[in-house]
């Protein structure tokens, strides 16, 4: 679940600089798809969909490519399968600024602070009382990732009592029990990414909320958004929407095992969908966050290059996020200042999905800054 992470924490995949936008024409691309092309007074974008074109072809990229700007499609490419913008995907560690954001919606509704300690709702952990909610959601708890115990070696979540066969609740419960029991806080010594933190969090939600994670979520992000393709794997029932399945030899190894993302990344989305929510952080976009929670989201916690729930590149004013759920791997990134949207979604084990990325960011600040 953490390579994309690894990857994006190790690497300077945006180049380039920032230009505002402008108007929007009609325009092929290589692969055949329609898009639409954005000009502006400070960088010409009319050739960026055939660049897109050609990233995706040279690459040999299978999944779902999907750019756009302010809401208006730039590019979209069908994956090998026949999958495009409205299939539903797992969305693996995308998942997490869902969870950051219903985090801070409590608490501009009054019902919880990120300075509140864990001990307020784990009595029980050792060490709880050292370690904040903010730490959690901007990776800075120190507490280990329970998915490393799971995959270690392998994909073996039994080694931590979770099972294909337990309900949600039970391999949540497990999961708890190990967290707890095995995990120890060291707060704001460093940046160390882990999915602990995520799956704590969505546990406070539940009790702070008094309903469901996923429920608060849908309620408050997801419905007022009109997001009707995104949901969570363990309860999705949205049988009228093409899911993308799963290929390669580790296929649906983990999310056959109900409650094993929660939190961290159990959600489903299309790219589509996801460009809806990206623009939640497009400058005077916001429809659902208010503007004290993207400012909160957004901020460069001890210069990490982490806010909560999601990376940003400062430089460019660039807000994104990876996810890898073997086999699913996805890609979100927004330029808050233009309104351009980037969506990678893959379903294929072996992927080019971080060349396609990089190719496609670099084609899109050049074209900025011409």
């Known amino acids: 679940m953490k390579k994309w992470i690894a990857f994006l924490c190790a690497a300077a995949v945006m180049t380039g600089a920032l230009a505002g936008c402008g108007a929007q024409s009609q325009q092929s691309s290589e692969n055949g798809t329609t898009e ?138 497990a999961m708890e029990t190990w967290i707890l029991e095995n995990t120890t806080p060291a707060p704001d010594l460093n940046f160390t990414y882990s999915n602990t933190n995520y799956f704590l969090l969505a546990e406070v939600i539940e009790k702070v909320s008094g309903e469901s994670y996923e429920d608060y979520i849908n309620e408050k992000i997801i419905s007022p958004l009109g997001m009707n393709s995104t949901g969570f794997g363990d309860t999705w029932n949205k049988t009228d929407l093409t899911v993308a399945s799963g290929m390669g030899e580790t296929k649906y190894a983990f999310v056959t095992y109900p409650a094993a993302a929660y939190g961290s990344g159990d959600m489903m989305s299309t790219a589509k969908d996801l460009t809806i929510w990206a623009n939640e952080f497009i400058n005077g976009k916001n429809k659902v966050l208010s503007d004290s929670i993207i400012t909160k989201m957004t901020a460069n916690y001890e210069n990490a290059g982490y806010g909560y729930g999601v990376m940003l590149d400062e430089n460019h004013g660039i807000v994104h996020h990876a996810g890898n759920l073997p086999p699913f791997t996805t890609y979100l990134s927004v330029d808050r200042e233009t309104g351009f949207v980037l969506v990678l979604l893959d379903n294929a084990e072996d992927t080019s999905e971080k060349d396609v990325m990089q190719q496609m960011n670099k084609d899109y600040y050049a074209a900025k800054s011409a």
């Open 36 to 173: 639409q092309a954005a000009t502006d007074a400070s960088g010409d974008l009319s050739g960026l969909s055939d660049k897109f074109g050609a990233a995706v072809k040279q690459n040999e990229f299978e999944g779902v490519a999907y750019a756009a700007q302010n809401g208006e499609k730039l590019f979209e490419s069908e994956s090998g399968q026949g999958y495009n913008a409205d299939t539903v995907y797992h969305i693996a560690s995308l998942s997490k600024q869902f969870t950051a954001a219903a985090v801070l919606l409590l608490e501009e509704e009054g019902r919880l602070s990120v300075d509140d300690t864990l001990d307020k709702y784990f009595p029980d952990y050792s060490g709880g009382d050292t370690v904040k909610l903010h730490h959690l959601l901007c990776m800075r708890s120190g507490i280990a990732d329970y998915t490393d115990a799971m995959l270690e070696g392998a994909y073996v979540p039994e080694s931590i009592g979770v099972t294909a066969d337990n309900s949600a609740d039970e391999n949540r419960a």
